[in-house]
T-cell receptor
Framework: EAQVTQNPRYLITVTGKKLTVTCSQN?????MSWYRQDPGLGLRQIYY???????DKGDVPEGYKVSRKEKRNFPLILESPSPNQTSLYFC????????????FGQGTRLTVV | AQSVSQHNHHVILSEAASLELGCNYS??????LFWYVQYPGQHLQLLLK??????LVKGIKGFEAEFIKSKFSFNLRKPSVQWSDTAEYFC?????????????FGAGTRLAVHP
């Protein structure tokens, strides 16, 4: 089954404790991206990757890092989480940069206390 | 900068009522347009999309949308909603920005359908 898998689904952590949210897709898509969803703001892109070893900032990259060492994986790293990073995070993949359908993961609800 | 506006943030309807959700975008070039739906506690799923051709596109579950280029609009419609349509709906535009293609989302419209 074609899918984008994120882990964990729920995470509560404390300020400053490094964490990683994993994302994996099995569709051989070139393009992957991370979004955060906040009430009234829709989805805002954090980082994207056009291909392996190619990543770039989206609209709200501050406080986040990513890596793309393999085509299927695109982890999101919060080196020192802060409460303003409490949000719902979605990973997405698509064959290209959005000209075709994007497939979304189930989401990760992160709470930073 | 490109942007997508969804004018209704919350909509409450009774079952069998008709639905129209507004979406306007600001981008002068060629665009691809999407509506995504997010059911409670779930991820976003594609409802329908427009790339070219007939500006009236039909999606899943009886939804349709009309692309009006002159108005930069892509409104979502359904003649008769059901309780199971309760969800959040996002309009999105694919556009070139900063040298690459990206999806730009609206803020979303939360629809509640009462039986």
């Amino acid at each position: 089954e074609a899918q984008v898998t994120q882990n964990p689904r729920y995470l509560i952590t404390v300020t400053g404790k490094k964490l990683t949210v994993t994302c994996s897709q099995n569709m051989n898509h070139e393009y992957m991206s991370w979004y955060r969803q906040d009430p009234g703001l829709g989805l805002r892109q954090i980082y994207y990757s056009m291909n392996v070893e190619v990543t770039d900032k989206g609209d709200v990259p501050e406080g986040y890092k990513v890596s793309r060492k393999e085509k299927r994986n695109f982890p999101l790293i919060l080196e020192s989480p802060s409460p303003n990073q409490t949000s719902l995070y979605f990973c997405a993949s698509s064959p290209d940069g959005g000209g075709t359908e994007a497939f979304f993961g189930q989401g990760t609800r992160l709470t930073v206390v | 900068a490109q942007s997508v506006s969804q004018h209704n943030h919350h909509v409450i309807l009774s079952e069998a009522a008709s639905l129209e959700l507004g979406c306007n975008y600001s981008y002068g070039g060629t665009v691809n347009l999407f509506w995504y739906v997010q059911y409670p506690g779930q991820h976003l799923q594609l409802l329908l999309k427009y790339f070219s051709g007939d500006p009236l596109v039909k999606g899943i579950k009886g939804f349709e949308a009309e692309f009006i280029k002159s108005k930069f609009s892509f409104n979502l419609r359904k003649p008769s909603v059901q309780w199971s349509d309760t969800a959040e709906y996002f309009c999105a535009v694919n556009a070139w920005s900063g040298g690459y293609n990206k999806l730009i989302f609206g803020a979303g419209t939360r629809l509640a359908v009462h039986p």
